[in-house]
């Protein structure tokens, strides 16, 4: 966890503020997108057991909250599928 947490740190606070001042705007709205498609690729197959796993322990509102969360990224992965 330490190691994440450092890895996040030092994304936030040495590389994002680096790319911002490097990259045009363009650039980095083409990143954005390519790295929250891949998010979604990486996270849709699991959607279910993450949003089962952070509802435990939490109030109804926030079970809700995430069961929502999941559920959208079942549907952003069903529309940004491409034709077979």
Known sequence: MR?????VADEETV???EAERSLSK???SELGAQM????????TPKAG????NTAVGF?????????GVASAL????AF???PA
Do not use: C, M
Not at 3 to 7: C, D, E, G, P, Q
Not at 49 to 52: Q, R
């Open 15 to 17: 590389l994002l503020p």
């Open 74 to 77: 079942f549907a952003a992965r």
């Open 26 to 28: 363009d650039r980095l």
């Open 49 to 52: 057991k993450i949003a089962a």
């Open 3 to 7: 190691v994440v947490l450092h890895h």
């Open 80 to 82: 940004t599928r491409k």
């Open 59 to 67: 109030s109804g509102s926030t079970a809700a909250l995430v069961v």
């Open 36 to 43: 929250t498609k891949r998010r979604l690729e990486l996270v």
